[in-house]
C-alpha cells in the first residue's frame, strides 16, 4: 500500500496502473524500424519471463505447453484479461507495437495476478511488430486462436499495404494456426470491414463460421465488449463489422 501511495501511476483503490500514464498515439506505422528485441525462433521465446506459474526459471524447450491464443495488436489488454478467466489453462499473449501501451499491459497483468492469487497466470504481453515477426514466436499450427479487434484502418490506399490483414499476411496466419483454429476480426469502420471479410473470403486456407456455430463461440460475445475501443463505439452507438473465420486445409 505504501508503495502505491508513493506511485502516481498506480490506483490507490485498485492496484491497477492508471491508464493516463501511458497514453500514446492511437496507432503506429507497422513498416518502420522499431528497435527491440526479437527471438530468432519460436524456440528461442523463454516463457518463464512470461508465465512463471507454468514454466521453471530454466525456460525448458521441451515444455509441453504452448501459447494458443494471440491477441494481435492487444491495445490495453481488455480482451486478454476477459479471455484470461474464460480460459484459465489457455496460454495466450498479447502482441503490441507501442512501447508505452506495451509497459501498461505489463504492469496491469502483474497487478492483477498480485490482487488475484492463482489468476491471470496464463496471460502476458509482448512488444513487437506482429507484421513481420509472427513467424519468429509461434511454430506451424500452433495457435488456435488470433484476434484483430479495431485495427488501424489505414484509409489511405497507398497505405493499405500496412493493414494487419491483406492476402500475403493470411499466408502467415494460416501457417501458425491449426487447422480448425478460429481469426476473429471487428471494426467500427465499414470499408475496412469489408476489406477484412473480402481478404479472407477470398484465400483458399479460411472458411467462414456458420451463425450457429458464431452464437455458441463464447470469445465472439467478447468482441464487441472487452476492448477500450468496443466500449467506445457501444457508448456512441456505433456500427461493428465482424468476420470470423475458420482456417481450413487446402483443397488438393
Known sequence: MLENEANPTISKST?????????????????SDS????PISPSHVDYSLHYPHFFSSSGEVGSIRKVQFADVGCGFGGLLISLSTLFP???MIGMELRDKVTEYVRERILALRTTNPGQYQNVSVVRTNSMKYIPNYFEKGQLTKMFFLFPDPHFKEKNHRRRVISPHLLDEYAYVLEV??????????????????SCLENHPMFEALTEEELEADPAVKLLNTATEEGQKVA?????????????IAPSL
Open 15 to 31: 492496484g491497477l496502473p492508471r491508464k493516463r500514464f501511458y497514453r500514446a498515439r492511437a496507432h503506429s506505422n507497422p513498416l
Open 35 to 38: 528497435h527491440f528485441p526479437v
Open 89 to 91: 489453462e489457455t496460454l
Open 180 to 197: 480448425g483454429g478460429i481469426i476473429y476480426t471487428i471494426t467500427d469502420v465499414e470499408e475496412l470491414g469489408d476489406w477484412m471479410k
Open 235 to 247: 457508448r456512441n452507438e456505433g456500427q461493428t463489422f465482424q468476420a470470423v473465420y475458420r482456417r
